[in-house]
């Protein structure tokens, strides 16, 4: 056969239409030659008119082609130069950190230049060594009273799985200040910290080291015993420190008087940090305050799940972590800033909403939110109401609610 493929089947005959394409002598490769390239023989060719337009709309199209390309060469080299700057700033401050600052802690903690620091973010090589500082260890825990309290959080797992059915039982039988039983919901809220990264969850580098702390503080603490949202704040912890350290570090941050407070659900001094909260919001955002009046949205509707994480579920990793850092050096005074910061934030975005879409958004904030702005927000909050600070002004409500008659304190001063 004339025609025979490689396999020695007979093929179809090349179409009139294939035959005349294979005789062409153009063939169009790009858009460029479409525009550029005279036409075939065998048609009109272009009248000048046109093919001028032709090559200007070409020439256009390379010179938006080059802006393009400069433009995107300019931003790449902006990226790059703030990225060394970065690196930079970071070298020096680990630098000014480990040879200045750590060596002579007492004296420096509180200088100026070390606040001013301090607010810039502290850098991830030091953080560890510098909140175990700030946060500070006045039970005076030990590695060895760690090891006690795992062994026996170790001892109540063991039983929990060979008792099986009877561990609800047993469990109904704890009081109300013995609450090792706790242990057990450990396991369900390991799997829901930090799920993105998924280094927490079974199987994942740190999922045994964040079990062990929450164990074993369920065995230091029993009285407090395991309450949803300490997951977060022992995996921050964890990511910076060692476990035994996190350890140290996570108890005597849970025995601060505000994060007792709420760990412990006292509803009354719970209250009394939302009307201190209250004080400063009218103060900094009137009309916002206002609009939360209006609409019946009270401080306790997102200030629970923002203190009881200290921010870790609700904001971006890195900027939690920033968050912490000024919360290590100001301490609890610094949380509820941070949440007027937020609020002033997004206050233009919060004033055109109703009670639902508030309470949707501010439980669910935007996952890109950036550090930089976040921290501009916060700054321009002024935490002195009628030239008294935070502490004074919680001071003084507590003792209004103490001299009340019994019953629930009012959310407002």
């Not at 089947?9 to 460029?32: G, H, I, M, Y």
Request: with cysteine.
């Amino acid at each position: 056969m004339e025609y025979e493929d490689k396999a020695g089947r007979a093929s179809k005959p090349p179409s009139p239409k294939q035959n005349v394409r294979k005789n062409l002598d153009f063939e169009p490769l790009s858009t460029t030659a479409l525009i550029l390239e005279d036409r075939p023989a065998n048609l009109p060719a272009k009248p000048a008119e046109e093919a001028q337009k032709h090559r200007q709309q070409y020439e256009e199209m390379v010179v938006q082609a080059k802006k393009r390309e400069l433009k995107e060469a300019q931003r790449r080299k902006k990226q790059l130069e703030e990225r060394c700057r970065l690196e930079e700033s970071i070298g020096n401050a680990v630098l000014t950190w480990n040879n200045e600052i750590l060596p002579n802690w007492e004296t420096m903690w509180c200088s100026r230049k070390v606040r001013d620091l301090w607010w810039q973010g502290i850098p991830p090589s030091v953080r560890g060594k510098v909140w175990g500082l700030a946060i500070g260890n006045e039970l005076n825990i030990t590695h060895e009273l760690f090891d006690i309290c795992l062994a026996r959080a170790k001892e109540r797992w063991r039983s929990f799985s060979t008792a099986g059915s009877d561990v609800e039982s047993e469990d109904a039988s704890f009081s109300a200040a013995d609450r090792e039983a706790s242990l057990e919901l450990i396991k369900l809220d390991i799997s829901r910290t930090f799920p993105n990264l998924c280094i927490f969850q079974q199987g994942g580098p740190y999922h045994d080291m964040l079990h062990s702390i929450l164990g074993a503080y369920t065995c230091y603490r029993p009285d407090v015993g395991y309450v949803q949202g300490m997951s977060f704040i022992a995996a921050v912890l964890i990511l910076n420190l060692d476990t035994a350290d996190a350890f140290i570090a996570f108890s005597n941050l849970l025995n601060k008087p505000c994060q007792m407070a709420f760990f412990r659900v006292d509803h009354g001094l719970m209250l009394t940090y939302f009307a201190a909260f209250e004080v400063f919001f009218e103060e900094n955002l009137p009309k916002l305050f206002a609009h939360f009046k209006k609409n019946n949205l009270t401080p306790d509707i997102y200030l629970i799940d923002w203190i009881f994480t200290l921010y870790s579920k609700s904001l971006p990793l890195d900027l939690a972590c920033r968050i912490w850092d000024v919360f290590c050096r100001d301490g609890e005074e610094f949380l509820f800033r941070t949440a007027l910061g937020i609020l002033k934030l997004f206050e233009g975005v919060l004033s055109n909403m109703d009670f639902i879409h508030i309470a949707q958004f501010l439980t669910r904030l935007p996952d890109d939110l950036p550090a930089e702005d976040c921290f501009a927000s916060i700054a321009a909050i002024q935490m002195q109401s009628r030239n008294k600070k935070w502490a004074q002004v919680l001071t003084a409500l507590q003792k209004d609610s103490r001299d009340m008659d019994k019953g629930s304190p009012s959310l407002r001063h």
